[in-house]
């Protein structure tokens, strides 16, 4: 359905919420609500497009914008459905293609023509068709009175309607609704998902990830974070499964790539998919974020990333099987490491308790929400129930996929039950052989580690009931106890049918250290359940009424994974008390490298690229104002995770490099956005297009591209 340019302003002021004003730099906004005073400061930052070339429409420019895999963004850039998003974003394809012989991961990847272009059967791309308020129509079946479980099957029946409806205009389409504003509001979305995604090309590792954790998060940065992927189709250009006869897509919108470069001051804006923020959470609940979550997975990650990398160092086919489980774990674990540490320096609990000391004296002036709305009540709630969640962190950073033999034994009762139905004795489940994804010594050391890390993080009420058997019978030896497990469970036997329903499954204890692990997450579980549903509504009530006390400005949701729009400047930031500039240089670069020449790994990396960003001939990929060979930019973006492979565009439009992380003075800005210091660090699209070029040698995906 097609929607009206803009929508009328007023109508929207009662229904939204926020913590603060919104800033001109700040703000994921929804595109197809987008309010007019923002709209305008758009323009007035040069934005040049119409907004229907923006969002109506098969060829508005967010039809060239994907989510893509349900975990990253990106951008299609070609009339055949080429997808350039994050290196890290494709980790695990690039990883999954590669062994010792053909190491992608090391050596990067181009497939010189379509035949070699590979597939990876779990990754998809979805575009965004449309978007509707459903809001009305769910409040009237009565959801703000319903308790989680029956308001999720509210929102599956009127999904799968929706979708039954999207369908007679399209057979790929399908419909999702997600809670937008704390609950508040319900937004229903339209995708199509294409689920034939090969990869096409790819950098080595070593610039890809330039950098490795040493940068992650930092200023200034040198990362070459790009993909290349191709989108196919069947003959009729719809979405198909993989097939061998597939063709490449042919999308009715495209990204034109830009090299004209940018300056400082220059309209910037992220377009994409922002995974999960907090900003309307109170205070309370920052405090137990801090307390019981961040704190808990840092430590715990810590202890095992360690672990990961002494092994991944010490054997390239254990580094191949890990490469990407290690980067999904560190990213977060420092993550989590900045967040508190902006938290505390920033005073944001503090901040926010003075702030609901504001909204609590204007509901005591205009009495909004009265009865419903309690701050002693919400307070009461988070601090009866963070004890449960620093226990439930601590059990699922420990056992919950962090190695093979607790991922088995969790899994047991979930698996397909095999056999004859006539006889229960010969039913039997089987894991498939994955030995190329894991290692033993590896796995045996991190359950190791892990046994002894979560028994001195946890009171004893919270301990699995194995933990008196490794007192009893291993004297607390926790390498003794895993050896034991990997000797007599057939957990880790290959190609072994584990019958079910025999006396000797339950004996097995592989199955009773399931058992154990499940029990006690359900109990936690169970315990966190109990104030969930109270919790959310305070919280939902709390969004609601910062609302009506701001009803005069524009407001935008919380990130859901669903698309959203950020804008802003090209522009630096004061870091350390000077200028942070706003680009790197190929020279910065060269000076990391020779670091690494001289031990400092992550800055390591091929003489060939040393060679290449040495070089003083960049052509038409330098900066015709700066005469630089510009590397990566800042802007001031308002993103998150999931914003990874996010489209940065100019004014025009146009396509000026690809957003791949925050700084690390504004690690907070998931639960409190600061305009002095947050930063989007995005790749330029220049350098991407020079490393397909002088690296690569990819003449027919640069024909295809045609950057101008």
């Avoid at 399908?174 to 689920?195: L, P, R």
């Avoid at 190695?403 to 010969?426: C, H, I, Q, W, Y």
């Avoid at 407001?555 to 680009?583: I, Q």
């Avoid at 020779?594 to 400092?600: A, E, F, L």
């Amino acid at each position: 359905m097609k929607k009206r340019a803009m929508r009328v302003f007023s109508s929207l002021l009662l229904s939204l919420c926020a913590f603060l004003p919104a800033h001109a730099d700040e703000g994921m906004w929804t595109i197809y609500n987008l309010p007019p005073q923002v709209f305008q400061t758009m323009q007035g930052y040069g934005f040049q497009m119409s907004y229907d070339s923006l969002y109506n429409g098969d060829k508005a420019l967010k039809a060239a914008v994907v989510n893509f895999s349900g975990y990253c963004s990106g951008v299609v850039v070609s009339p055949d459905g080429l997808v350039f998003t994050n290196h890290h974003c494709g980790f695990d394809a690039i990883r999954s293609h590669s062994t010792v012989e053909h190491d992608y991961m090391l050596n990067g990847f181009y497939a010189k023509d379509y035949s070699e272009e590979l597939p990876n059967p779990d990754m998809f791309v979805s575009f965004m068709i449309d978007q509707t308020d459903v809001t009305d129509k769910l409040k009237s079946l009565g959801i703000d009175n319903m308790s989680k479980d029956r308001k999720e099957v509210l929102i599956d029946s009127l999904q799968q309607a929706l979708t039954d409806e999207a369908r007679k205009k399209d057979s790929s389409y399908h419909v999702e609704i997600d809670a937008f504003f704390e609950g508040n509001k319900w937004y229903a979305t339209t995708y199509q998902q294409f689920d034939d995604l090969r990869l096409v090309f790819t950098v080595p590792k070593s610039m890809g990830k330039f950098g490795g954790e040493t940068d992650n998060w930092m200023w200034p940065r040198q990362t070459c974070d790009f993909s290349v992927f191709r989108i196919y189709a069947d003959k009729n250009n719809k979405p198909s499964t993989y097939k061998e006869d597939n063709v490449p897509y042919q999308p009715k919108r495209w990204a034109q790539v830009s090299l004209q470069g940018y300056k400082d001051g220059d309209y910037a804006m992220t377009i994409g998919y922002p995974g999960s923020t907090e900003r309307y959470l109170s205070s309370y609940g920052i405090q137990q974020m801090r307390d019981a979550e961040n704190s808990v997975r840092a430590q715990v990650r810590g202890v095992k990333q360690e672990i990961m990398a002494r092994h991944m160092r010490a054997n390239e086919a254990v580094r191949i099987k890990y490469d990407s489980k290690y980067a999904q774990s560190a990213n977060y674990w420092k993550n989590s490491i900045g967040m508190n540490k902006c938290i505390d320096s920033i005073g944001i609990i503090q901040q926010k308790r003075d702030f609901e000391e504001k909204i609590q004296q204007w509901q005591d002036k205009t009495g909004y929400l009265k009865g419903k709305l309690d701050f002693k009540l919400l307070k009461r709630l988070y601090e009866k129930s963070t004890e449960y969640d620093q226990a439930y962190m601590n059990i699922m950073e420990a056992f919950g996929n962090t190695n093979e033999f607790t991922n088995r034994a969790r899994r047991l009762d979930r698996m397909e039950v095999l056999g004859p139905k006539e006889s229960r004795k010969k039913q039997y489940v089987m894991f498939d052989d994955n030995s190329n994804e894991w290692d033993e010594a590896l796995d045996k050391e991190v359950f190791a580690a892990m046994l002894k890390n979560y028994r001195e993080h946890v009171k004893e009420e919270y301990l699995p009931k194995f933990y008196k058997t490794i007192q009893k019978d291993f004297r607390n030896d926790y390498k003794a106890y895993v050896n034991y497990l990997y000797t007599h469970s057939f957990l880790m036997h290959k190609d072994e049918k584990i019958y079910i329903n025999k006396s000797s499954y339950l004996k097995d204890p592989g199955v009773n250290v399931g058992l154990d692990l499940l029990e006690i997450m359900g109990d936690l579980r169970t315990r966190l359940g109990a104030f969930k549903d109270s919790i959310a509504e305070q919280e939902r009530y709390l969004c609601d009424a910062k609302v009506r006390m701001e009803q005069d400005m524009p407001h935008y949701s919380d990130a859901n994974f669903t698309m959203r729009l950020s804008y802003g400047k090209v522009g630096g930031y004061e870091l350390g008390g000077k200028p942070s500039g706003y680009y790197t240089t190929a020279e910065s670069i060269v000076e990391k490298m020779k670091r690494g020449d001289q031990g400092v790994f992550d800055y390591k990396a091929e003489p060939i690229m040393q060679q290449l960003l040495g070089s003083q001939n960049f052509g038409k990929y330098k900066d015709a104002a700066t005469g630089k060979m510009q590397l990566c930019f800042l802007t001031n973006n308002d993103i998150t995770g999931g914003n990874s492979g996010s489209p940065m565009f100019n004014g025009k439009g146009e396509l000026i490099g690809l957003a791949f992380d925050g700084n690390w003075d504004s690690l907070s800005s998931d639960i409190n956005f600061d305009s002095r210091l947050a930063r989007c660090i995005g790749v330029d699209i220049r350098y991407v297009i020079y490393m397909m070029d002088k690296w690569g040698h990819a003449t027919r995906l640069l024909d295809e591209i045609k950057a101008k």
